[in-house]
Structure formats: C-alpha cells, structure tokens
C-alpha cells in the first residue's frame, strides 16, 4: 500500500498518501489476477523489506495477531495473551487445530522455533531488529502456552508482531528448505503456494482446511507489471482483476469507466525528502526551516496527486501506532528567501538528492 512515487516533504514536508486499487470481474471469482508494479523479492516474512512480496506473504502466513484496516489489533495464531503489572512478561494463548500447509502443526514449540529464529544474531534476518532488542527469553508452558520475558517494557510489541516479518512459518519445512523457503514458504494462511515463474507469475490455491474456512476464491495469480499504462490495460481488457499501484493521473478516467471500480482509502505512508543535518547547509537550521517554507505542499496535494493525499502533521502516517500530530510548514516563498539570506545563501545554493 506505499508505491505512489513522488517526492515531498515532512516538518521537512511530507505527504499522507491514499491508496488507489482498482478492480475488475473475471471466470466467475474462481481466479484473481492480481497485477502489481513489481515482482517480490522473497516470500520468507522476516527477510522481505518490499511491498509486492508482502503482498503475497500475507496470504500464505498467519501472524500471532494482526492489523484491522483502522490498524487496530485482534487475535490472529493468538486468541489472547496476558501483560505483567511491570510490563515485561507476556502470557500468549494460542489457537489449537491449526496446521501448517505441510501438515506440521502450529503450537507453542513452532512458535518458539519462529522467535528463536527472528532473535539469533549469529544469523540475522532483515527484520531481526524489530525483535531482538526488546525479547529477552521465551518459554513453552505447555503445547498450547507461550511465556516471554522482555527486556524492557515495551508498548508496540503486538503492533511488531502483527507486521509482515511476524508471520509464522513452518519448523518442518526450515529444516527442508534452509534459507531457500524464501522460493518454497509454508505457512498456515488462506493461501497455499503453489508456483512461482520468475519473471512471470507467482500462483496460490485456496487452503481448503484453512482455520477460518476455506476462502471463495480458488485461485490468485500475481503478476509483475512495472509499468504503470500497461496495468491499466490490462485490467481494462480483463487480463488483469486487480490492479495496483495505480497512476493517480488515471483515476478520475476509470472511475468512470464500465466495469471498473476505483477503490480508495488511508495509508500509513508518509512521503518526504530527508536532510542532512550533519553536512552543510543543512546543518543550519535556517536552511532547513526554508526548504519547508519553500515548497507548496498544497499545490502537489491538489495538483499532482489529484487531492488523494494530505499535508502530513507528523513524520509518521496518521494511521501508525503512536501517531501524534505536531506542524506542517506553509507555503511562504518569502520567508524562505529571507532565511537563505540570514543563513549566507542569498543566492541559493547547489545540492544532490538522492
């Protein structure tokens, strides 16, 4: 949900943007195409870092607890779980008759076996320090039972387990696959994979004995499009039945058009170009505050991104745990010269983004 590129800025100005999708019908809902800007990476939760492989983890990995659209968090592999009055034991109570695609079962010593892996600093994942620095230790109680000791309190624990790195993958296939079960992921999610092409496709078949139920679409085929028009028409013609990222200059267009529906909503993305504070010129602070000042952040918001975003009030996205909002910059070309001038940059000056 965080592939609109642009660039924009926070209290060195930032943009909150929306999420377009766009959707088509294709052979009755027995199969999604889901077309997407890239292809994934790896399919393994804690070493995926981009969005299209998350995309596909997610329906092949349950995690203990997860996400509400709102960002909320509910009982995923977790039904419930207990917090220490000092804030540093957890008590997880985990679902019972939960399989994992290959049969393993998913108990309190699979989920020893996946936060031992996210914690060993003698093989560190991509995701090992959303986990390390706060988990002390962690035990069974019993089959169904998990007790951890952390480090410190800390209040976004569940929050990191509901990430995309937090899915639980299978002990018994680990033990197949090593560090290739990023090409062959078991987990205990809706989906079950089944191929994936390189270059091509990545195929997934419904979990027919998924915990929740066997889900109404048989099949999901993802699919790397990068480029954008191509996206479109695809969908447009019925090769594709989802679409993602949208160009944002297309909306207004296919919102219009039959058969397509245009959906829309927050994201927890926040766009912005950062400084350097430890190089000149941006180690003073006037250079900083008028590169703020002089850059209309309303006029990309209505201009460029066809109002689908926001001037952002935090460094954060406003649906992102512990989001607090505190300025946002306005637009004064002048005040921003005047800075330049107090700072010895009358002139301007030249600079690299990279």
Known sequence: MKKYVFMGFFVFLSLILAMAQLSAASDGGKTIVFAQGAEPVTLDPPNQTDNPSEMVVRHIHDNLVEFTEKTEIVPMLATSWETSKDG??????????????????FNADAMIFNLKRVTDLSKRTQRTSLYEPFIKSFEAVDEYTVKMELKNPFGALLAHFAHGAGGMISPKNYEKYGDKIGLNPVGTGPYIFQEWIPGDRIVLKRNEKYWKGAPKVEKIVFTAVPEAG??????????????????????????????????????????????????EPFNDVRVRQAV???VDKEGIVNNILKGMAKPSKSIIGSLVWGYSPIKSYEFNPQKAKELLAEAGYANGFKTALW
């Open 88 to 105: 540093l034991t957890w008590t997880f109570h985990l679902r019972k008759g939960v399989a994992f695609h290959d049969g393993a079962p």
């Open 230 to 279: 191509s996206r479109v028409m695809m969908l447009e013609t019925g090769q594709a039945d989802v679409a993602f990222p949208v160009p944002l200059i297309e909306v207004d267009r296919l919102r219009k058009t039959k058969g397509v529906k245009v959906i829309t909503g927050d994201t927890g993305r926040v766009i912005y170009i950062g400084m350097n504070n430890l190089k």
């Open 292 to 294: 703020n000042y002089a």
